[in-house]
T-cell receptor, first 112, second 113 residues
Framework: GAGVSQSPSNKVTEKGKDVELRCDPI?????LYWYRQSLGQGLEFLIY????????KSGLPSDRFSAERTGGSVSTLTIQRTQQEDSAVYLC??????????FGSGTRLTVV | GENVEQHPSTLSVQEGDSAVIKCTYS??????FPWYKQELGKRPQLIID?????GEKKDQRIAVTLNKTAKHFSLHITETQPEDSAVYFC????????????FGPGTRLSVLP
């Protein structure tokens, strides 16, 4: 596609429920990333996928968070047993070598 | 691992003046340095980048300089305009693909009319 597509754009969920966030990267981009951004804050790294290599999961804040990337394309970030502190904008990005990231428009997650 | 610091955290300038944001990095192997602009409520967007074999790069009113010896790089915006008001993030990459950046904490720039 022309850009990085994320869905849903907004998600309100009850505390304790599981959520799935989807990212469709730019076709041909070998790398895919998930970041989290709380209101007025910086970009918190979550996970990095590069081709067929094992993902760098070092930024995942707890074992309630997991992500997968199927067929080297679409990625899903899953948050189990959501907590209020999980409320944030979740940004996905994809890139080619030395070309910078293209970010999606994000999913705003609100846990009530 | 890499660590990126960014200063100042907030910056206010008068319209027409110049703005400079500075970043330092810790990993001497870092070889790619992009800058992102994030307007309120929008996604970060790449505005300029520089590779380690270049000392300076310009694009209209914005420029980036890199000092590999001192391990710092800076964003320069000249003739600032109100639409330059945003949060700016610097980043550094030390991996083999120029990817998997470490971002700085951001600088909130306000251009006052």
């Amino acid at each position: 596609g022309a850009g990085v597509s994320q869905s849903p754009s907004n998600k309100v969920t009850e505390k304790g429920k599981d959520v799935e966030l989807r990212c469709d990267p730019i076709s041909g981009h070998t790398a895919l990333y998930w970041y989290r951004q709380s209101l007025g804050q910086g970009l918190e790294f979550l996970i990095y996928f590069q081709g067929n290599s094992a993902p760098d999961k070092s930024g995942l804040p707890s074992d309630r968070f997991s992500a997968e990337r199927t067929g080297g394309s679409v990625s899903t970030l899953t948050i189990q047993r959501t907590q209020q502190e999980d409320s944030a904008v979740y940004l996905c990005a994809s890139s080619l070598p030395y070309k910078g990231y293209t970010f999606g428009s994000g999913t705003r997650l609100t846990v009530v | 691992g890499e660590n990126v610091e960014q200063h100042p955290s907030t910056l206010s300038v008068q319209e027409g003046d110049s703005a400079v944001i500075k970043c330092t990095y810790s990993d001497s192997a870092s070889n790619y340095f992009p800058w992102y602009k994030q307007e309120l409520g929008k996604r970060p967007q790449l505005i300029i980048d520089i590779r380690s074999n270049v000392g300076e790069k310009k694009d209209q009113r914005i420029a980036v300089t890199l000092n590999k010896t001192a391990k710092h790089f800076s964003l320069h915006i000249t003739e600032t305009q109100p639409e330059d008001s945003a949060v700016y993030f610097c980043a550094a990459s030390s991996n083999n693909y120029g990817q998997n950046f470490v971002f700085g904490p951001g600088t909130r720039l306000s251009v006052l009319p």
